[in-house]
């Protein structure tokens, strides 16, 4: 079995029935890295100096400080500022055109991207590369994968570009059409109620009360930025 650490969560990710499997793997990748990365591995010299480089993205700080971990936060942070206080020290007379933008882009929070999601973005794609591989040999994964409820479009979009690359020629249509029936199952109800919804504006339809279609916006873009749309 390949990389047994990473088929054991997508097993259980995909024994749950209800929304995207690969949302929730997300999900725990997720906390796993910011876990790691708020525990002793802030101690680490190693990580600190990745950490320095990368940085965090605005939508993962908040997630760090909600943690209630002040002291690995702030040994980042003194780490981080001082980095930064290193930039406002040099002597910008002497430092040549070429250089100005690179020096510019690290005054930016994650310039280089963020830490955490990096981890979480190397791992998810180890993931998809198994969820191909067991698509492809376990008769038993396949029924799971049929039983989902929905798969958002981002990660359906990371799974099918996965297949494209690792799947034998006569494999990639037979996934594609699995995966893109089980979207489906969410993407149709969706496109009758937004419909529904646009059509309530039109004159004709005055007066006709709302159902589900009240909240097809907001499922909508739930379901398009890989939220529950329920």
């Known amino acids: 079995m390949r990389e047994q650490n990473y088929t054991i969560p997508i097993n259980e ?13 997300y999900q725990k990748l997720e ?15 190693d990580v600190r100096i990745e950490t320095n ?13 909600a943690m209630q971990k002040k002291l690995p936060l702030a040994l980042m942070l003194e ?12 002597d910008y007379e002497k430092v040549s055109k070429r250089e100005f933008p690179s020096i510019a ?5 994650a310039a280089d991207g963020c830490f955490v999601c990096n981890q979480i973005e ?6 998809c590369s198994n969820i191909v591989y067991l698509w492809e040999r376990e008769q038993e994964f396949r029924d799971k994968t049929a039983r989902q409820t ?8 990371k799974l099918l570009s996965c297949a494209q690359s690792e799947l034998p020629k006569k494999l990639i249509g037979p996934f594609f059409r699995a995966h893109c029936e089980v979207a489906k199952r969410e993407l ?12 309530s504006f039109d004159h004709r339809f005055a007066g006709i009360p709302m159902g589900e279609e009240r909240s097809a916006v907001e499922r909508t873009i739930a379901y398009l930025t890989g939220g529950q749309s329920k």
């Open 105 to 109: 882009e690290k005054f930016t929070l």
């Open 150 to 157: 929905t798969f958002c479009p981002t990660h359906l979009a």
């Open 31 to 45: 906390a796993d890295s910011l876990s790691y990365v708020m525990g002793a591995a802030m101690m680490e010299p």
């Open 188 to 199: 149709v109800p969706l496109c009758e109620d937004i419909s529904k919804f646009c059509k």
């Open 13 to 25: 990710a995909y024994e749950v029935y209800d929304g995207c499997p690969i949302c929730r793997l």
């Open 79 to 90: 780490s981080y500022l001082a980095d930064l206080k290193a930039l406002c020290d040099l």
């Open 122 to 127: 190397t791992r998810l794609s180890h993931c």
């Open 53 to 65: 480089r990368f940085g965090f993205c605005k939508e993962h700080f908040p997630k760090m400080q």
